[in-house]
């Protein structure tokens, strides 16, 4: 079965200090690879996505992640966190001909 | 391009009552995905659309159900409310089905009493 894990519930980093939030899934298949923010009160907000090529992603916002096939994980990363970077991220894989599965969400807190 | 827009916004109703709710993708995309996001459960796969058909259905009884116009809009209706029902449900849009970006409404809040 497909599956996308977010091991950290939750994630503190000082605004200014690099942050991550980690990703592992579990697809058959070369998976298409996705991160989605979500504001309060909001819907889900598409950053960025692995198709296929280079491992590292840009995204928007300054957000990148990085693909790592043998360790089968996504990781979002950004070099410098600001306060308006607190939100909940969510991971998600789209395996081919079935549904998106996302994770169950990181919420991460940049405290000033 | 407009967003993807879903209404209403909010809704209040009672457990027995049945609920409709709208969604409308960006324009000239032809698939419509719906989600269940509730605190405990996170986002749950309800159901995709694709050209008025229903590609692929999630793990939820028969009281939820949907469906597409020609216009690519699309509703999805819960029967029998139940208290368990109380969430926010999002709806997504892509140009085609399958692996595609997804692109996100508000999402309406449902409040089951």
């Known amino acids: 079965a497909q599956s996308v894990a977010q091991p950290e519930d939750q994630v503190n980093v000082a605004e200014g200090n690099p942050l991550t939030v980690k990703c592992t899934y579990s697809?058959?298949?070369?998976?298409?690879l996705f991160w989605y923010v979500q504001y309060p009160n909001r819907g889900l907000q598409f950053l960025l996505k692995?198709?296929?090529?280079?491992?590292l992603v840009k995204g928007s916002y300054g957000f990148e992640a990085e693909f790592n096939k043998s360790q089968t994980s996504f990781h979002l990363k950004k070099p410098s966190a600001l306060v308006s970077d607190s939100a909940l991220y969510f991971c998600?894989?789209?395996?081919?001909?079935?549904?998106?599965?996302f994770g169950p969400g990181t919420r991460l807190s940049v405290l000033p | 391009k407009a967003g993807v827009t879903q209404t209403p916004r909010y809704l209040i109703k009672t457990r027995g009552q049945q609920v409709t709710l709208s969604c409308s993708p960006i324009?000239?995309?032809?698939?419509v995905s719906w989600y269940q996001q509730t605190p405990g459960q996170g986002l749950q796969f309800l159901f995709e659309?694709?050209?008025?058909?229903?590609?692929n259905k999630g793990n939820f009884p028969g009281r939820f159900s949907g469906r597409q116009f020609s216009n690519s809009r699309s509703e999805m209706n819960v029967s029998t409310l139940e208290l368990g029902d109380s969430a926010l449900y999002l709806c997504?849009?892509?140009?085609?089905?399958?692996?595609?970006?997804?692109?996100f409404g508000p999402g309406t809040r449902l409040l089951v009493l």
């Open positions: 997504a849009s892509t140009g085609l089905a399958g692996r595609e970006t997804q692109y």
């Open positions: 697809v058959s298949g070369n998976p298409y």
């Open positions: 692995y198709i296929t090529g280079d491992n």
């Open positions: 998600a894989v789209a395996p081919y001909g079935q549904n998106f599965v």
């Open positions: 324009s000239g995309h032809r698939s």
């Open positions: 659309y694709f050209s008025e058909t229903q590609r």
